[in-house]
């Protein structure tokens, strides 16, 4: 089992940043994918940044440029530096982990959501215009 916690959530101005923090713990060994993942209200769960252990890569294109996933080379820490929000932005973020080879109907690399086995409760970015 792998256990996900986000923090850095939070409202800022259009034009801003913000830093999202999750902490992983669990048997984080078996963890190949993390990802961030958002959720407006009335919208379905749209893949923001993935990133794998080797450190690949991959933005939604909405996010491409102002976004930028990281993570510890360990996948016990997963961070998103937002920068230049928009109001679009606003959101339930959340944190996201799988393994490397269970099967799925979709792409861990390019952020299906279903492809995600371990999720974390979500910190709430608001962006005002």
């Known amino acids: 089992q792998v256990q996900l916690v986000e923090s850095g959530g939070g409202s800022v101005q259009a034009g801003g940043s913000l830093r999202l923090s999750c902490a992983a713990s669990?048997?984080?060994?078996?963890?190949?994918?993390m990802g961030w993942f958002r959720q407006a209200p009335g919208q379905e769960r749209e893949g923001v940044a993935t990133?794998?252990?080797?450190?690949?890569?991959k933005y939604a294109d909405v996010v491409k440029g102002r976004f930028t996933v990281s993570q510890d080379n360990a996948m016990s820490a997963l961070y998103l530096q937002m920068n230049n929000l928009k109001p679009e932005d606003t959101a339930m973020y959340y944190c996201?982990?799988?393994?490397?080879?269970?099967?799925?109907?979709?792409?861990?690399?390019?952020?299906?959501?279903?492809?995600?086995?371990?999720w974390g409760q979500g910190t709430q970015v608001t962006v005002s215009s």
């Open positions: 669990g048997y984080t060994g078996s963890m190949y994918y």
């Open positions: 990133i794998d252990r080797d450190g690949n890569t």
């Open positions: 996201a982990a799988r393994d490397r080879y269970s099967y799925c109907r979709g792409s861990p690399s390019r952020g299906d959501p279903q492809c995600y086995k371990y």
